[in-house]
């Protein structure tokens, strides 16, 4: 059997002042399968080379989109990856089968605690329904959107805590639990 093989996309605007997205990006770096792409680096002018990207896509089973939540929503680099890279007759439309069956895993980390995210909540909403929109982007793309794993109050989780997210996190990347789903 072929090994299942996983693209993560790790979108943060600034990597090097990052604490949570650099140390899960370097927790899952030397898994075999994997291939890390780091979108920052990918598009220096704002502008992906959008045939490489998608020849990226084509050439994955699973895609993982790594990221912290900002503004209730994706950073603006990965939203900027979609609308360049997502295009109508490759990810949709007339011909646009290229992610069909394919797999969406989510890897976020936001500031607010758990409890936050709740209709009674500082957040008023579940990250259930804040998700929606990137679980219709998924479902208009064809891709199996898995359960995200989320990391909540990301600033003030310790050392332990942070080992233990990111053991689970290559958990979920092992090649026997991606082909168990
Ligand atoms: C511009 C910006 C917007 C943010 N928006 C949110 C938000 O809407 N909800 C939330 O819970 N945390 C928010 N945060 C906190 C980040 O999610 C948190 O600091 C991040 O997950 C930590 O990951 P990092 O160390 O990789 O940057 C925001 C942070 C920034 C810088």
């Known amino acids: 059997m072929t090994p299942q093989r996983t693209l993560v996309l790790v979108a943060h605007p600034d990597l090097e002042s990052s604490r949570i997205t650099a140390h899960l990006t370097s927790a899952i770096m030397d898994l075999e399968h994997v291939t890390v792409h780091e979108l920052s680096a990918a598009h220096p002018d704002r502008r992906f080379d959008t045939a490489r990207e998608q020849e990226l896509l084509r050439g994955h089973d699973t895609i993982v989109w790594q990221f912290p939540w900002h503004w209730y929503s994706v950073p603006g680099v990965l939203k900027e990856w979609m609308d360049q890279v997502l295009t109508y007759g490759f990810a949709y439309g007339a011909g646009g089968g290229a992610l069909h069956g394919k797999r969406l895993q989510l890897v976020l980390s936001t500031g607010g605690p758990e409890s936050s995210y709740a209709p ?13 929109p990137l679980d219709a982007t998924a ?18 989780v310790d050392a332990d805590e942070l080992g233990r997210h990111a053991a689970r996190y290559r958990e979920l990347l092992a090649p026997a639990s991606v082909a168990a789903r």
């Open 139 to 156: 479902h208009l793309c064809g891709l199996e959107m898995a359960e995200p794993l989320i990391l909540h109050s990301a600033p003030r």
């Open 120 to 132: 009674a909540g500082h957040n008023r909403f579940t990250m259930e329904e804040l998700l929606r």
